[in-house]
């Protein structure tokens, strides 16, 4: 089965750091682009980064130089690095999968994990 | 950055009635434009691809069209399960912006 699973979210202080997996399973992980996407509760949907399969990396312009995206073939894993973090942070990060089906859509989405970031 | 506006924000409709969606890009984006479906407490889920491009394994009664800055997403017949937020997507360039969505209510 296709899957994405993220794991590592949590309660941090602002300035803080986190670091977010994704774990990828049933594709062939180097073959994709991949994503993450966050969604502050009731809210919509934020795009945050992406990482190409030749490892070239893009950021929304409020996380740069302060989020750091990166992938690991052997392990089949993403992940997001986020340092000095924000209260404006705080949302459920998605990681996704960039289809090969035209239109560069998401066709693959986890489950998401909470990051809270509040004294 | 590229702006999408859907409307409306919200809408209530029944069972059986036709519902359309628009998402409007703030410059052309060519057919680079997705549909997602989000229901409470899940992922977003991929409807539509490439503007008119319906994923597989989604029922034929979701439908996309438009091209350069207007777009459009029809259920042609709501059903039970298909009240959720819809989000347009743009991925002609980064950041590949959402719309805000637009939640489908039961009337």
């Known amino acids: 089965e296709v899957q994405l699973m993220e794991s590592g979210g949590g309660l941090v202080q602002p300035g803080g750091s986190l670091r977010l997996s994704c774990a990828a399973s049933g594709f062939i992980f180097s073959s994709h682009d991949m994503h993450w996407v966050r969604q502050v509760p009731g809210k919509g949907l934020e795009w945050v980064s992406a990482?190409?399969?030749?490892?070239?990396?893009y950021y929304l312009g409020s996380v740069k130089g302060r989020f750091t995206i990166s992938r690991e073939s052997a392990r089949n894993s993403l992940y997001l690095q986020m340092n000095s973090l924000r209260a404006g942070d705080t949302a459920v990060y998605y990681c996704a999968r960039e289809g090969h089906g035209g239109g560069y859509a998401f066709d693959i989405w986890g489950q998401g994990t909470m990051v809270t970031v509040s004294s | 950055d590229i702006q999408m506006t859907q409307s409306p924000s919200s809408l209530s409709a029944s069972v059986g009635d036709r519902v359309t969606i628009t998402c409007r890009a703030s410059q052309s984006i060519s057919r680079y434009l997705n549909w997602y479906e989000q229901k409470p407490g899940k992922a977003p889920k991929l409807l539509i691809y490439a503007a008119s491009s319906l994923q597989s394994g989604v029922p034929s009664r979701f439908s996309g069209s438009g091209s350069g800055t207007d777009f459009t997403l029809t259920i042609s017949s709501l059903q039970p399960e298909d009240f959720a937020t819809y989000y347009c997507?743009?991925?002609?360039?980064?950041?590949?912006?959402f719309g805000q969505g637009t939640k489908v209510e039961i009337k």
């Open positions: 990482i190409g399969t030749a490892g070239d990396t």
């Open positions: 997507q743009q991925t002609y360039d980064n950041p590949r912006t």
